[in-house]
């Protein structure tokens, strides 16, 4: 079961007089959010991110995150305790803007997984101990399209696995499958109500490497399941497809302090039902291999957290998230991550560095 986690940290601000430099302000507004959502990212490919550095600027943030998820969850709701599940996970992840309106980033989690319970898919990955790999390498690209009133950040994102690890185990750390991802970021200032405070959002539309070889039974898994497949595509696979909704709110509560909301909402288009008393004894072997690339995993997160510039470069975060509502899966009882994210400029940055970044204070 594959935990992405939702991170955040906070600007680093030394703001100008906003009457001395009108432009300077206003392109180091754009600055000082980027800096906030940027490690929001770092091993969730999927939270928004509406507003990019400057052309020449970019962050380097390690990550970590511990997953705790506590029960396994049933179509309607029903849970079930088999045992619970932890994940460790550690992430660099690289964000450069090539110009003012186009950015690109690349990340690899390492993942480290542990089940504890009686009943494991197979050993020894569900033996009781951490067994951790290397997981998916993740590259996307964001182009901003209108900055007002509303910033609007379309992009496309690849998720490739970086070998072919286990994903048939309680404590798997992904699906082990292509992906292709693509959507719109949203966000703006929420002045002139509150000044200091942000807003942001994404809708991604993902569809997944084809699932092959689910047997000669698959029609079973079709009556059952109503996996609405479309003409085309052979009986004996599947594709999964998925919508994943995020939003952030975040108040600048000091210049250097950050205070932020964090949600989400996975929305499955096809796949199986986990019906409780007859999953998942209703699948074929090669059904149940893949039952969590198959499953309509459906998720609801909620959480919370802070950041804080450090010094002038560097910027520390933390938060939590835990889901409300899961279908078809694992809810997670709590995730807690911690980072530092570094800011660094290259030669051909477009903004001096006496004049960025400045607060959304700054201008009254």
């Not at 754009?30 to 990212?41: C, E, Y």
């Not at 090669?286 to 560097?314: E, Y």
């Amino acid at each position: 079961m594959e935990v992405e986690g939702r991170f955040g940290k906070g600007p680093h601000i030394e703001p100008p007089a906003a009457s001395e430099n009108p432009r300077a302000f206003q392109t180091s507004w754009v600055h000082t959010i980027a800096k906030v959502i940027l490690a929001v990212t770092a091993t969730s490919p999927l939270l928004a991110q509406a507003w990019l550095f400057p052309k020449g600027e970019g962050t380097v943030t390690l990550s970590y995150q511990h997953s705790y998820l506590a029960l396994h969850v049933y179509s309607k709701g029903e849970t079930s305790d088999k045992g619970p599940i932890h994940l460790n996970s550690v992430l660099m992840d690289v964000d450069y803007s090539l110009t003012g309106k186009l950015a690109v980033r690349v990340g690899l989690p390492y993942i480290a997984g542990k089940y504890e319970g009686p009943s494991p898919h197979q050993l020894p990955i569900d033996d009781g101990t951490y067994h951790g790999t290397l997981q998916d390498f993740r590259t996307d690209v964001r182009y901003t399209l209108s900055r007002r009133p509303l910033m609007l950040t379309p992009f496309f994102q690849l998720v490739i696995p970086s070998h072919a690890y286990e994903h048939y185990a309680h404590s798997t750390i992904g699906f082990g499958l292509r992906e292709y991802r693509v959507g719109m970021n949203f966000g703006r200032r929420l002045d002139p109500v509150l000044p200091n405070a942000f807003f942001q959002g994404r809708y991604t539309y993902i569809v997944a490497q084809s699932v092959n070889g689910l047997s000669a039974n698959n029609a079973d898994l079709l009556r059952f399941a109503n996996l609405n497949l479309p003409a085309s595509q052979p009986a004996d696979s599947f594709r999964p497809r998925r919508s994943d909704t995020e939003f952030q709110v975040g108040y600048f509560l000091t210049p250097r302090l950050t205070l932020f909301a964090l949600g989400g909402w996975l929305h499955p288009h096809n796949g199986i039902d986990n019906v409780e008393g007859v999953f998942p004894n209703n699948l074929t072997q090669s059904q149940l291999f893949n039952h969590d690339r198959i499953s309509r995993l459906s998720l609801v997160d909620l959480g919370g957290g802070a950041s804080l510039a450090v010094t002038k470069s560097m910027d520390a975060f933390a938060n939590g998230l835990t889901t409300v509502r899961a279908r078809n899966g694992h809810k997670l009882a709590a995730a807690v991550t911690v980072g530092v994210s570094w800011r660094f400029r290259t030669p051909w940055a477009e903004i001096p560095e006496a004049s960025s970044p400045a607060s959304p204070g700054s201008s009254r």
